[in-house]
């Protein structure tokens, strides 16, 4: 890589989790788990039948429980610990494996499963229990008011703010396990490229957005990501 890299943001999808046996939930037909999103992840969803939809992420949540980070978490903890530059790694993932791997300069731009939002007075707590059963918020005491602190469909990604900045800033942005479908993190190949930055694409197979990254680097995460961060850090 031609350019002095020292700012690198990495955005990572269902890719990287789906080795750590993570299930990507979205079939082929469409369906999370056999419901329809419109049922399961949308504002709608949740006032229509708040039971199916907590029951969901609550086995969601309850999932977690049976799988480990695997190296490609690793190796970006390590890449995250080690580099004396600036460095943003954004997941579309709610699971928790990046942080249980050693990342912390880390932003969950869709929500985590292991926080819980009272609609009620806007706090955010960290959660590993049900909600189904319609617990009170640690906050306000008020009961039935906890949601999956998920971003869902039609809502906005957290953090936008700050990615964006780091996005005009950096020298490299890797994209890892992710279908360049969803929006807007399939746009940040093109924010990261009009900053002049280093774009590379790690994934199992070429993505939406492939031909807009100046290298794609196709196999498991588990073996691209470790040689990359090998190679950054060499």
């Given amino acids: 890589m031609e350019r002095l890299i020292r700012n690198i943001v990495i955005l990572t999808?269902?890719?990287?989790?789906?080795e750590s046996g993570v299930p990507t939930f979205r079939a082929a037909d469409g369906l999370w788990e056999g419901h329809r999103v419109e049922d399961v992840a949308t504002p709608e969803?949740?006032?229509?039948?708040?039971?199916?939809?907590?029951?969901?992420?609550d086995a969601r949540r309850a999932a977690l429980e049976t799988v480990v980070p695997n190296p490609a978490h690793i190796a970006l903890a390590q890449l995250d610990q080690a580099w004396r530059g600036n460095l943003l790694l954004v997941t579309q993932n709610v699971d928790d494996l990046h942080e249980r791997a050693g990342s912390v300069r880390l932003v969950h731009m869709h929500g985590e499963l292991k926080s819980a939002w009272c609609t009620a007075c806007g706090a955010c707590?960290?959660?590993e229990k049900p909600l189904a059963d319609d617990p009170p918020?640690?906050?306000?005491?008020?009961?039935?008011n906890l949601r999956p602190d998920i971003v869902w469909f039609g809502e906005t990604p957290y953090e936008m703010g700050?990615?964006?900045?780091?996005?005009?800033?950096?020298?490299?942005?890797?994209?890892?396990?992710?279908?360049?479908?969803?929006?807007?993190?399939?746009?940040?190949?093109?924010?990261?490229?009009?900053?002049?930055?280093?774009?590379?694409?790690?994934n199992l197979e070429p993505s939406l957005g492939s031909e807009r990254f100046h290298e794609c680097r196709f196999g498991p995460a588990s073996v691209r990501v470790p040689e990359l961060v090998d190679s950054l850090l060499a």
């Fill in 125 to 127: 707590h960290r959660w």
């Fill in 13 to 18: 999808g269902a890719g990287i989790s789906a």
């Fill in 137 to 144: 918020c640690p906050c306000c005491g008020r009961a039935g």
């Fill in 45 to 57: 969803a949740f006032a229509r039948n708040p039971a199916l939809v907590q029951a969901f992420y």
């Fill in 162 to 202: 700050r990615i964006e900045a780091a996005l005009a800033e950096a020298d490299l942005f890797i994209a890892i396990g992710t279908s360049g479908a969803v929006y807007p993190a399939a746009g940040f190949v093109d924010r990261a490229r009009a900053a002049r930055a280093r774009c590379v694409e790690l």
